[in-house]
């Protein structure tokens, strides 16, 4: 079975299960979505995986890459509890593009609602994790990086990130889930 191509980045610093990265420059596709955020999350991906499995200006397929991303779409304080989200809530699922497209060799998708976003090199804080990808699996995990981030002071940009790296029929001890932050150059 071949690898399924991931973001590329660098560990810069490691302490204990957070890590420092730096990720490079890539392409994402990504589209918001209205709802809970495992609701969210299914539509997001169906609008994603429609686009690379053919709807697209040159009827192509595109490579599946990891992870998936997630994230709330408003900016919400960081005190805020990232588990109570309205069923209402925006989120912007993402999908990585391979690294071998630009701008202008990637097909551009046919539905409008999904967006191709250039995104720059950039330093972020994760901390990655296994079992299944539940709510409350990443909001234990993100509560630790917020404490992890107020204990020591570091400034992020936005809300978290939740990264899902496997197929929904991978045995929960081998997923690999992740939160980010993007950390303030």
């Known amino acids: 079975m071949a690898k399924t191509e991931e973001a590329h980045y660098s560990v810069l610093s490691k302490d204990g299960d957070i890590e420092t990265r730096l990720y490079a420059g890539d392409l994402l596709a990504q589209v918001e979505v209205v709802g809970e955020r495992k ?3 299914n539509k997001g991906f169906r609008l994603l995986a429609d686009y690379i499995f053919g709807n697209n200006t040159v009827r192509k397929n595109i490579e599946m890459t990891a992870p998936v991303m997630q994230e709330i779409s408003q900016k919400i304080p960081m005190t805020a509890p990232v588990m109570q989200e309205s069923s209402g809530s925006k989120w912007i699922v993402s999908f990585v593009m391979p690294a071998h ?3 202008q060799t990637l097909p551009q998708p046919n539905n409008t609602k ?10 972020y804080l994760a901390i990655r994790f296994s079992g299944f990808s539940s709510g409350s699996n990443f909001e234990q995990h993100t509560e630790i990086l917020e404490t992890y981030i107020k204990k020591n002071n ?5 809300n978290p990130i939740w990264a899902q790296y496997n197929p929904p029929w991978t045995l929960p001890f081998w997923r690999r889930n992740e939160v ?3 950390l303030e150059n």
């Not at 999904?114 to 330093?123: G, L």
């Open 39 to 41: 609701e969210a999350l």
């Open 101 to 103: 497209f630009t701008l």
């Open 114 to 123: 999904i967006q191709i976003v250039q995104r720059k090199p950039q330093k």
């Open 154 to 158: 570091i400034r992020v940009l936005g």
């Open 180 to 182: 980010l932050f993007k």
